[in-house]
């Protein structure tokens, strides 16, 4: 993983997870790692954050034989969707889920490439608690513990899950 410095905007510490993604064997080993702490559970959906995390929840969720749901930016989901804006380190967004993503009573886990500020995973959360479902744990690659993100799981009385601390 390489930082790539003042991107998207100056000041910004962007990590670059494509140069771990483009090989296989580190690849796999990742996909590994983070699916053990669900292997004997049931899960029944992964709901994975546009766009980075969308490539590890989708391989999350086919090497557990789940589902998979997307949360996307928003104007990109084409039914009925439940909104949330949230800061950002450079500004605001919004994202989406459709209304009929999750089902009642499904153990769901959220799956995210990396934990900065927590904005975005506090959005994702507050997407999922619309539903009458079980959030089991959120999940991250990368967690850049400088940035407090984690601080939000407490708040929420969540548990959490990162891979690579930073």
């Not at 969308?54 to 996307?72: D, Q």
């Not at 949330?84 to 009573?105: C, F, P, R, S």
Request: charged share 25%; proline share 2%.
């Amino acid at each position: 993983v390489r930082t790539i410095q003042d991107y998207p905007i100056k000041g910004i510490q962007f990590r670059d997870i494509t140069t771990l993604l483009q090989k296989a064997d580190l690849f796999h080993d990742l996909i590994d790692e983070m699916t053990k702490p669900w292997e004997n559970e049931k899960i029944d959906a992964i709901v994975s954050i546009e766009a980075r995390g969308f490539i590890i929840g989708a391989s999350l969720a086919t090497k557990l034989g789940c589902g998979f749901i997307p949360i996307r930016k928003s104007g990109k989901l084409p039914y009925n969707v439940y909104k949330q804006t949230y800061a950002l380190e450079y500004g605001k967004d919004t994202i989406e889920i459709h209304k009929d993503a999750i089902k009642n009573n499904q153990n769901v886990v959220i799956v995210d490439d990396v934990l900065a500020t927590g904005g975005t995973i506090k959005a994702a959360i507050n997407l999922v608690k619309s539903f009458d479902c079980n959030l089991l744990e959120c999940c991250f690659m990368i967690e850049l513990s400088f940035l407090k993100g984690s601080k939000i799981f407490n708040e929420k009385n969540l548990k959490y899950f990162s891979l690579i601390k930073l």
